[in-house]
């Protein structure tokens, strides 16, 4: 259950850098 609650707080926060932009990544 932790595994998944982790997954998905990850996932939200990569989908919040991704609003933000990703310029520095690239």
Do not use: N, P, S
């Amino acid at each position: 259950a932790a595994l998944m609650a982790i997954d998905a707080g990850l996932e939200r926060l990569r989908h919040a850098v991704l609003e933000k932009g990703t310029d520095d990544d690239r």
